[in-house]
């Protein structure tokens, strides 16, 4: 049964450079997160869709940051572009609805130089 | 913003002992998760409790709530190596969104 996929699993990119990144939910999963942790504020939540549809990107921290869910098998992340302050571990996680326990993957370890 | 803050930051026990972690919230909410992180990994869910209820077991895991002072604590018995993670308590309020709390570094030592 397979969990939650991200990819990649690490990026390393210069300033300035476009950022993508990937996720797979669970299937049959109606509800899609993404969050940044960092040491300084720990887990944001950035933005999470429902039945594909965006419903809250209120920790969206800029118009440099978008995100997208084509189809109820994948999501991305996208920063455009990037900036040393946004390093971080970016995770997605799916639940089945919005009150159950979310399934989070491995997240992407991102480092802008 | 956060809405938990989880105290201690960090505990360090021996294997056998139980280990106690608290988090403490702001506002009314709907439940409360705990969430358990291993180095490099993504988060875990461990337990839910809803807020009408006061105390719920899982395993070696024992959850209380009190809604009067807007607190919960995890308690792990019988601690392994295994165990060592750091701890996050999340809240809803209502909403579909999780708010996080600061976490617990938890260190058993063989």
């Known amino acids: 049964d397979a969990g939650v996929i991200q990819s990649p699993r690490h990026e390393v990119t210069e300033m300035g450079q476009e950022v993508t990144l990937r996720c797979k939910p669970i299937s049959g999963h109606d509800y899609l997160f993404w969050y940044r942790q960092t040491m300084m504020r720990g887990l944001e939540l950035l933005i999470y869709f429902n039945n594909n549809v965006p419903i809250d990107d209120s920790g969206m921290p800029e118009d440099r940051f978008s995100a997208k869910m084509p189809n109820a098998s994948f999501s991305t992340l996208k920063i455009q572009p990037s900036e040393p302050r946004d390093s971080a571990v970016y995770f997605c996680?799916?639940?089945?609805?919005?009150?159950?326990?979310?399934?989070f993957g491995d997240g992407t370890r991102l480092s802008i130089l | 913003s956060q809405q938990g803050e989880e105290d201690p930051q960090a505990l360090s026990i021996q294997e056998g002992e139980n280990a106690t972690m608290n988090c403490s919230y702001k506002?009314?909410?709907?439940?409360l998760q705990w969430y358990r992180q291993n180095s490099g990994r993504g988060l875990v869910h461990l337990i839910l409790i809803r807020s009408n209820e006061r105390e719920k077991h899982s395993g070696r895991l024992r959850v209380t709530l009190d809604t009067s002072k807007k607190s919960s604590s995890l308690l792990i018995t019988a601690s392994r190596a295994a165990d060592t993670a750091s701890y996050f308590c999340a809240t809803d309020r209502y909403t579909d969104k999780l708010i996080f709390g600061t976490g617990t570094r938890l260190q058993v030592f063989p």
């Open positions: 506002t009314s909410i709907n439940n």
């Open positions: 996680a799916s639940s089945l609805t919005g009150e159950q326990p979310q399934h």
